[in-house]
């Protein structure tokens, strides 16, 4: 665990403990448990940076920094502060949450978590812009994280295992959206969820099976 944790109060520092403890222990309930009480706090860097420690060889403890960062409104609002469309909010967040997921083992906890998000959002917003003004045909290198993501998920046989991993939240909005090709508004009835809730975990979804594909990757 980075630093001391003698500076923060006394409920933070028990939180970030058990935290710390469950993220040992692999018991990613208690995780969970002890991460939502400081996701909307001005202690979520704290949190998302124990988190990181472990999302490098636990696709778990990525799943839920992304659960964390996504829930805490932070990308949306770095993409929202450089885009006033609402669409162009949605997408943008998505391509930086994937590619969050696809980097997080990059983070070296020299600046806050919150910072090196905010630099993947930047990149993602000016990706998004560039696209916009394209006059021409773009390269396959060209499209967006989540285009591609639905993509490889779509046509893919080696990312079902991923795909299975998941938690059946996710799992079962990205497969009627990605292989059975559903609209939103089809999925959210069919599952009897709002529209933005069934976009942000298929967002979510998308990102969690970027980092396992890179977790077996890894592990090949």
């Known amino acids: 665990m980075r630093g001391s ?73 770095f993409a929202g502060a450089a885009l006033l469309d609402h669409t162009a909010v949605d997408d943008v967040s998505q391509d930086a ?3 969050i997921a696809d980097s997080v083992h990059t983070y070296d906890g020299r600046s806050k978590v919150t910072t090196w998000v905010h630099s993947i959002v930047r990149r993602r917003v000016v990706d998004h812009l560039r696209r916009q003004r394209a006059t021409v045909p773009l390269d396959d290198g060209d499209i967006s994280p989540a285009a591609h993501m639905s993509s490889v998920i779509a046509t893919r046989a080696t990312v079902r295992d991923a795909l299975d991993a998941l938690p059946e939240l996710y799992r ?43 977790h077996q990757d890894g592990a090949a």
């Open 172 to 214: 079962i909005p990205v497969i009627l959206r990605d292989i059975e090709g559903e609209p939103y508004a089809d999925i959210a009835e069919r599952l009897n969820r709002a529209e933005g809730t069934v976009k942000a975990q298929i967002s979510r979804g998308r990102a969690m099976v970027a980092a396992r594909l890179r």
């Open 5 to 77: 944790n003698d500076h923060l109060p006394t409920d933070v520092a028990d939180s970030l403990m058990t935290l710390n403890h469950a993220l040992h222990k692999a018991d990613y309930t208690s995780a969970r448990r002890a991460v939502n009480p400081l996701t909307n706090s001005s202690h979520l860097d704290e949190a998302l940076a124990l988190l990181a420690e472990h999302a490098t060889s636990e696709p778990q403890a990525v799943e839920l920094f992304l659960e964390v960062l996504d829930g805490s409104g932070t990308v949306r609002r």
């Open 97 to 99: 949450l994937i590619s």
